[in-house]
């Protein structure tokens, strides 16, 4: 399966634990020298009762399971996290343009200093580094790094 076969979609509430599965394989994959903050419990709870139903939610739905996830508040994108098999087969830029198009005046995003791969995927589809953090204003107290995407004009 490629990821054009893939449908991007909106959230709805039943599908908050199968995007917190994709959420915690993701982190782990990606971030392993990164604490994670929060157990599967509060992950799981967290995606329940605040990403789900209060942020413009998307997920990659295989028909048989879900592959991805992106989470935007306004003009943040919080949350772009895909399930390990599915890094680098295109999903990743798919869900970019759809950030783009639903923001269209600009997009904002905090990454860890250490994903050095997501910093790359960032930088690729236009954000820059604008700020640099200690991480003491994260839940898991990592150095991070705040990023912005303007359109071009």
Do not use: I
């Not at 789900?52 to 989470?71: H, K, N, Q």
């Not at 087969?89 to 860890?112: I, V, Y």
């Not at 589809?125 to 359109?151: A, M, T």
């Amino acid at each position: 399966m490629s990821s054009n076969d893939v449908v991007l979609r909106r959230a709805s509430d039943s599908d908050a634990r199968a995007a917190a599965d994709v959420w915690l394989r993701s982190f782990a994959a990606a971030l392993p020298t990164v604490r994670c903050a929060h157990d599967e419990a509060e992950v799981h709870d967290w995606f329940a009762r605040v990403l789900v139903p209060r942020y413009e939610t998307w997920v990659a739905d295989t028909g048989s399971s879900m592959v991805g996830l992106l989470v935007l508040d306004g003009k943040e994108l919080k949350q772009l996290y895909l399930d390990p098999a599915w890094r680098g087969r295109g999903l990743g830029d798919r869900f970019m343009s759809l950030a783009e198009q639903r923001k269209p005046d600009g997009l904002t995003l905090w990454t860890f200093q250490v994903n050095a791969a997501a910093r790359r995927f960032y930088e690729r589809h236009g954000f820059v580094e604008v700020e640099r953090s200690d991480g003491l204003r994260n839940d898991e107290r990592e150095p991070d790094v705040r990023c912005v995407w303007q359109p071009q004009t």
